[in-house]
C-alpha cells in the first residue's frame, strides 16, 4: 500500500496485474507509463505484450534521453542503469505467472493447515529472508518436503514461493507441495508467483499447476543501510 496523507492507498499496479489475471491486459500500443515507486522504496518494471510500467520515485524527464518504450525499449540496459541510480540493487528478471486458490472460502493462511503448517521459527532460513527484503506480510509454511511463502508481492498483490528441499526434488515432491499451498488460499483467488525463466524446473512445475504467464518483471532494491 501507498502512504498518502497517513492514509493507505491502493498502489496502481495492483489493479493492473489482477485485471491481467482475468485476462484483460493493457493495450498493445508500445508506451510506457510511470507509477509511483513500489512499497518498501522498490523501483521496477514491470512488462505486459506491448505496453510496460515503471514503478520508480525519479521523474519521467529522467529518462526522455532513452529509448523506453513498451516493445522492450524499457529493459535495454541503459534503461536500468538509470532506474537503478543511487545505489539500488536488481533482482532477477522473472516471468509473473498467475494460478488461483483452492481452498475453501474460509481458507487462513495465518493459521496454515493440516497438510501444510505454518511456521514461526524459520527466519534465518535464506527464502525467508529473501521474502522479507521485497514483500510484507510475509507468511510461511513448511513440511519434509519443503518450505513455502505467502505475502503481500509487487503492489500488494498476493504471492508465492516455493523451495523443495535438496534431497527430495523430483518425483512429483514440488507439485504436491505447491498443490498444498494452493489449499491455503480462497477458491478463485488469484495467487501469483515469479519465476525466473532459466529455471525451468520450477517453471514447469507451475505451469503443470495450472498457472499461466502473464507479463515479466524486474526489481531494483534499495541500497542496503
Known sequence: MLQTGGVNAEHPLL????????????PVDGAVD???????????????????YVA???????????PVDGFGGVLQPEVLLRLGEGGYRFGH?????????TGPASADSRSGSARLPRQLQLDDHP??????????DVRVFADERGLVTLASGVAGRLELSIEVESDRIGGGTGRGLLQDALQLVPARTPVFAAVTPGN???LRMFLASGFHPIGSQILALPPQE
Do not use: K
Not at 489493479?15 to 493493457?26: D, I, S, T
Not at 510511470?34 to 510496460?52: D, E, I, K, Q
Open 127 to 136: 527464502r525467508v529472508q529473501f521474502a522479507r527484503a521485497q514483500r510484507d
Open 93 to 101: 528478471l522473472d516471468a509473473i505467472l498467475v494460478g488461483r486458490g
Open 34 to 52: 510511470f507509477v509511483p515507486a513500489l512499497p518498501m522504496g522498490l523501483r521496477a518494471v514491470v512488462s505486459f505484450t506491448g505496453h510496460s
Open 200 to 202: 525451468a524446473r520450477s
Open 56 to 66: 520508480t520515485d525519479q521523474a519521467p524527464a529522467q529518462f526522455a534521453d532513452l
Open 15 to 26: 489493479a493492473v496485474q489482477l485485471a491481467a489475471a482475468a485476462g484483460r491486459f493493457p
